[in-house]
Nanobody, 121 residues
């Protein structure tokens, strides 16, 4: 079993900052990539940022320059530092991890439960 536990969401004013965390635990052999998605009401879930095991990062155009993804590999934890937040960043943010539970099993995708981020004055 693999568990992803997210934290750090909340209410923040426009221009403010938040830092999301997601810790993966359980039966983990290796992690290939860790990602953050978000879903706003009435919209499809979208990729916000991703980072590979070799620390290659990618960002959605809408957050580039404002959000930073990073990892602590020793703790199997991914972070999303969100600065200069805008009302349009309001959404539920989901952690997503591509990992293997053993050397011989194919890579699988796991999701966190989501954490609400609300940007409002």
């Amino acid at each position: 079993q693999v568990q992803l536990v997210e934290s750090g969401g909340g209410l923040v004013q426009p221009g403010g900052s938040l830092r999301l965390s997601c810790k993966a635990s359980g039966n983990i052999f290796s992690i290939d990539a860790m990602n953050w998605f978000r879903q706003a009401p009435g919209q499809q879930r979208e990729l916000v940022a991703g980072i590979t095991s070799s620390r290659i990062t990618a960002y959605a155009h809408s957050v580039e320059g404002r959000f930073t993804i990073s990892t602590d590999n020793a703790k199997n934890t991914v972070y999303l530092q969100m600065d200069s937040l805008k009302p349009e960043d309001t959404a539920i943010y989901y952690c997503n991890v591509d990992l293997r539970i053993s050397r011989d099993t194919p890579r699988g995708t796991h999701w966190g439960q989501g954490t609400q981020v609300t940007v409002s004055s």
